[in-house]
Each structure stands twice: as C-alpha cells, then as structure tokens.
C-alpha cells in the first residue's frame, strides 16, 4: 500500500511539473508607434555667417521642418506630452539633442493617428561635428537625426516611442 502511494505521488508530481498553463500577461498601456512622412535624406544648407569656417557657438544655422506619423496601436488613451530629436555623426556619436514640449498635453485615443512637425534646427557646431567626424573637414558633412515621441498613460506614467531615424547632410550654401 505505501508502494502505490508512493507511486501515485511521483505520478502527481511528475504531472503537476508538465501542466504547461498558457500565462496571460496584459500590458495595458498605450503603444505610439511614428512614422516619417519623408525618408529622403535632409540636406542642410548652414552659412558660414562669419566666414571664419563652421565653429560651435558661431551664429549659422539651417531649419527643416520635418513631420511624423504618429499611431496609438495597444487600445490605450494616451497624452502626447513632446517630441524630442537627437543628431548623430556617421560614426554614431550623438553631437546634439533638442526637444519641444506640448503644454497642455495633447490627447490621443487609443488607435488614433495624427502627424507631429518638428523644426530640426543644425547649427554650425553641429555642421562642424558632422564635417570632422568623416575624417576629412571640407565642409560637407552625413550623420542622422532620431525622433523620439514622449507620451503618457491616463495614470500619469511616461512612455517613449521606439525612435525612427532619418539620414542628413551638411552642406555650406
Ligand atoms: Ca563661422
Ligand atoms: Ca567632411
């Protein structure tokens, strides 16, 4: 008799150990996904305004307005609180970084979608970074820009987008 008992708990454990329950796991949060509008490489035209060559805190700079595709795709509501950018060199270096805020936040619904502009600014310090980094300093410049949305949950819990990047180049005009 205590053979089988024996027995008939080995077979329990044995069994209990081989239950293979799917585990459930919900992540209820909002998920934004972004997209770029345009994918082409941005040629930035910076001056030289002082005509001394391409230096960090000298005045010259270039402005393109980029747009991103913006989608919620959890079933969350979620608050779009900013958007932020960084500028990499070709080699991966990141030589600057910038963002906007919106204040109030912005509403978005879960599966909406909506398209955020962003004025990338790429001033003669980042043009110089960019220029030396491909080893050679003739005043033309690749690196890339990322983006990255910020955005919240209705409990007040932050979130970033995966960034989306963006070939560039710097050129004097
Ligand atoms: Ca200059
Ligand atoms: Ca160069």
Not at 25 to 51: G, H, K
Not at 56 to 67: E, L, Q
Not at 84 to 108: A, Q
Not at 134 to 141: A, F, L, P, T, Y
């Amino acid at each position: 008799m205590k053979k089988l008992f024996a027995a008939l708990f080995v077979v329990a454990i044995l069994s209990a150990g081989c239950v293979k329950e799917p585990v459930a796991l919900y992540f209820e949060q909002p998920v934004v996904v972004s997209t770029l509008a345009d994918t082409t490489r941005a040629i930035f035209q910076v001056p030289d305004v002082d005509s001394n060559g391409w230096h960090h805190w000298d005045s010259g700079a270039d402005t393109i307005t980029m747009s991103l595709y913006i989608k919620e795709t959890a079933g969350e509501n979620a608050l779009i609180s900013g958007i932020s950018y960084k500028i990499y060199d070709i080699d991966g270096n990141m030589v600057d970084s910038r963002g906007n805020s919106y204040i109030p936040y912005t509403n978005m619904n879960a599966h909406d979608q909506d398209t955020l502009s962003m004025n990338i600014i790429v001033d003669e310090g980042d043009a110089k970074d960019l220029d030396d980094a491909d080893g050679i300093s003739d005043n033309v410049g690749t690196g890339y820009v990322s983006f990255t949305v910020n955005f919240l949950d209705e409990k007040g819990t932050q979130y970033s987008s995966v960034p989306v990047f963006r070939d560039i180049k710097v050129i004097k005009p």
